[in-house]
């Protein structure tokens, strides 16, 4: 009898094994967190491993993601080429930053430029480059003051109130005038060109 019962309970413990170790392997599948959802990362694809965010500034692979990032902080509407814009009406009265012959110069790095209406009624220039040092570069030896910067692209607000908010975006000030200091408190790294520092201070 005592030998029966031994093999009876060895049985169930057995067969209790088999089934926790299957339901393991299914509710687990494809998600390390076990709770049967597909895992999916939320950062920028640039992480160092660490598990720590990023502070990676803002990319676009086009003129469209672009446009599409500053209406999660501020506005861009009536997007519209370079070209366009400067032909149309709006740049009587309302003139974007740059020149459309830019984007044919080699010295600027800019690969498109275009031009989109803030809720203020005031142009916003969109710029993605194809080469940072480049444009920098040509920023500072044509002393065309600051303008916001990110991975690949470059922005020139058109209103006070949209340079306010865009100070969430992660975007950063290319500063190279240094005749008007920045005041203290603000972060200062350096550029990729010499004299010139990227910052959190927004001069409006």
């Not at 029966?4 to 170790?21: D, E, H, K, Q, Y």
């Not at 999660?72 to 012959?101: F, V």
Request: some cysteine; proline content about 3%; overall charge negative.
């Amino acid at each position: 009898m005592r030998i029966r019962r031994a093999i009876t309970i060895g049985a169930v413990l057995l067969m209790s094994a088999s089934m926790t170790a299957c339901g393991g392997d299914d509710s687990d599948a494809g998600n390390s967190d076990g709770d049967g959802k597909s895992s999916a990362s939320t950062g920028s694809g640039k992480g160092d491993g660490s598990g720590t965010a990023s502070t990676e500034l803002p990319e676009a692979s086009d003129m469209a993601s672009l446009a599409y990032f500053l209406n999660e902080h501020a506005s861009c509407l009536d997007l519209k080429t370079g070209a366009e814009y400067d032909d149309s009406n709006y740049t009587d009265t309302d003139p974007a930053w740059g020149e459309e012959n830019m984007t044919q110069d080699p010295a600027w790095g800019i690969k498109e430029r275009a031009v989109c209406m803030d809720k203020y009624n005031d142009a916003n220039t969109l710029l993605l480059l194809s080469d940072m040092k480049k444009f920098q570069t040509s920023i500072k030896e044509r002393n065309y003051g600051s303008i916001l910067i990110g991975e690949n692209v470059a922005v020139d607000p058109g209103d006070a109130q949209t340079v306010q908010e865009l100070k969430t975006s992660g975007l950063k000030t290319l500063h190279c005038d240094a005749e008007q200091p920045i005041p203290s408190g603000y972060q200062q790294e350096p550029a990729l060109v010499a004299g010139c520092v990227l910052t959190d201070y927004y001069d409006d």
